[in-house]
Structures are given as structure tokens and as C-alpha cells.
């Protein structure tokens, strides 16, 4: 398949419709900046072969596709004793909800919604310097240093307060090993490093190959766990869209409030569209359309 078309074609359909609906994400000043005029997607195959289009070479704020990372750090440490106090259902609310913690003991519903993150970042904490482990895998992942934007984590300090409400809560309820201070502290920076569409192509490369590295080839992950990331990307990546872009989709995804989102095709490839302007559920409004594109034009998703 020439997926070199298929990115530029995505490309030409969707640029014209740059700044015709969505909104980038108010609630972080650092990111409310940032233009939304742009557009860039990129993909890296199982046996390395690459395409790129648009704006698919400039950094943005990956937000909440690091929880896709430190989850990987944490299950591979952890293994399913990850799960005592997180849990793997759809929580079918808002990313940064709190009705449901105060109703379940504190247990966030999965990983990927803020609370859950948080939680996986209290392990971090735990197992060693959560922010410099996770920014030595991305950086291994890629091949290339990655870097965190001290003024968009200084953002992410300044407005944190729902993240900070989330995270007292569950130390109240015992979900919490650290001081909420410190594990905020790698929540705010994981979400504020930034990468390119090619960078976060490449790096998620391991969950479209069985958890192999995309570059070495060694294990990041077991076979297993590898499956179990790429479950819980399908049911919950996408927050309370997730059942919408499994309809529309069909592939494990991870969205950002940067407007960035990675999308498995296991065993086939990863791919990273990033475009900042977002719908009312905190996804990016031309990365989703982009996917529907891309998985009308070349069949691939895993129904
Ligand atoms: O904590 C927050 O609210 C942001 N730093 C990250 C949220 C996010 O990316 C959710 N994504 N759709």
C-alpha cells in the first residue's frame, strides 16, 4: 500500500477545513496559545517504513498521551498488581470528572482518565524519578532526546485544580502511596513533554509489534501486556468517546488536549495525528476525522 498517498491525501482533505470548528484547549494558558491552524500526521509500519504529511515535523504538547507511556513503565514494573486500586472499565465521563471517585472508594475507573494517570504516577513515584524514567523510554523509543516544555508544566502547575482536587481525594481514600505534591509534580511534566507526530509514531511502534522495541527489537513489553495496553487504548483512550471512535475507528487510540492522537493497527502499524482544535470531549476535531479518513481509504482497523 502506498501510504505516502494516503497521508498526503489526508492532508489536502482536511487542510481547508483548518480553523472551521473546534476550539484548543482553554483551561491550560500555555496551551490556549498555541495556533490551531495546523495540521500534521505520520505513520512508521511494523518493518520501519514511514510516511508523513502537513505539519508532521513540529512539537506539540502530547497532554494525555504520555498516560499511554506511563502505564507502560508501570505494568511492566508492576505487572497485574497495577490493578489493585485502578481499574479497566470505561468510565463513560469528562477526563477530569470527579463524581465517580467520591461514589467508588477512591479507585479511578482506568488508567487514562485524569484521576487513573495520576494513580499510575503515584506508582512511578514509588518505583524510582517517574519523570527522567519516562522521558529516558520516550527518548529510547524515538531515538532522539525528548524534552519537557518547562512553561507548559509551569501551566499545568498554575490551573492544576481539578488534577489537585482528584488527587487529594484519592489520598484521602488511601488510593495514594506519596505526597500528592510530588506525584502532581510528574502528572503535571509527563503531560507537558513534547514530540512531533513522527516522534510519537516511532515511539508507540512497540504496541503495534507484540511489544517490541520499534528500533531495537528487544521486549518493552510482554506479548500479553502489549494486548492489554492496546484493550484498555480501545475502551478507554478516547475518555467518553471512546465507544464513538471504536463506531467510527475500530483502533486502540490516545488523545491529548495538545490535539494529538496515536492509533495502533497491530501488527500492521502506529500512527500520530495531531491538529490543537478539539471537540467537547477534549479530542482533536481534524485527528479524529483523519482517522476515519485513514481507515476508509486503506481498510485497516481490527474489526
Ligand atoms: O490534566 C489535564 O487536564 C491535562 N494536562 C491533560 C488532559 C488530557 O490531555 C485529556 N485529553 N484529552
Not at 104 to 122: L, M, S, T, Y
Not at 125 to 138: F, H, I, M, Q, S
Not at 145 to 159: L, N
Not at 183 to 189: K, P
Request: some cysteine; charged content about 15%.
Amino acid at each position: 500500500m502506498d501510504f505516502q498517498l494516503v497521508l498526503d491525501q489526508i492532508n489536502a482533505e482536511l487542510r481547508p477545513l483548518l480553523g472551521q470548528g473546534g476550539q484548543v484547549a482553554r483551561y491550560i494558558p500555555a496551551l490556549a496559545r498555541v495556533s490551531p491552524a495546523q495540521f500534521g500526521i505520520a505513520l512508521r509500519t511494523c518493518d520501519g517504513q514511514t510516511a508523513q504529511a502537513g505539519d508532521s515535523a513540529v512539537p506539540f504538547s502530547i497532554q494525555s498521551v504520555s498516560k499511554v507511556f506511563s502505564l507502560t513503565l508501570a505494568i511492566q514494573a508492576l505487572g497485574e498488581a497495577l490493578w489493585a486500586r485502578i481499574g479497566r472499565e470505561p468510565s463513560g465521563s469528562p477526563f477530569n470528572s470527579l463524581v465517580q471517585l467520591e461514589t467508588e472508594r477512591g479507585i479511578p475507573r482506568n488508567p487514562f482518565i485524569n484521576a487513573g494517570a495520576i494513580a499510575v504516577a503515584d506508582r512511578l513515584v514509588t518505583l524510582g524519578d517517574g519523570k527522567a524514567e519516562l522521558l529516558a523510554l520516550l527518548s529510547r523509543l524515538c531515538g532522539e532526546p525528548i524534552h519537557i516544555d518547562a512553561e507548559v508544566a509551569q501551566s499545568e502547575h498554575d490551573t492544576g485544580f481539578r488534577n489537585t482536587a482528584l488527587a487529594n481525594l484519592m489520598k484521602g481514600f488511601g488510593t495514594l502511596d506519596n505526597d500528592v505534591t510530588t506525584v502532581l509534580d510528574v502528572y503535571f511534566n509527563q503531560c507537558a513533554i513534547r514530540m512531533t507526530c513522527e516522534q510519537l509514531a516511532c515511539a508507540a511502534g512497540y504496541l503495534c509489534r507484540d511489544g517490541r522495541h520499534p528500533l531495537a527489537g528487544t521486549p518493552v513489553l510482554s506479548p500479553a501486556l502489549a494486548r492489554r495496553v492496546n484493550a484498555l487504548m480501545l475502551t478507554c483512550g478516547t475518555y467518553d468517546a471512546a465507544g464513538e471512535f471504536a463506531y467510527r475507528i475500530g483502533l486502540p487510540c490516545k488523545s491529548g488536549v495538545g490535539g494529538g492522537i496515536v492509533a495502533v493497527v497491530p501488527d500492521h502499524l502506529t500512527l500520530c495525528v495531531w491538529s490543537p482544535a478539539l471537540d467537547p470531549t477534549g479530542n482533536s476535531l481534524l485527528g479524529r476525522q483523519a482517522l476515519e479518513l485513514f481507515v476508509a481509504k486503506t481498510g485497516l482497523s481490527v474489526f
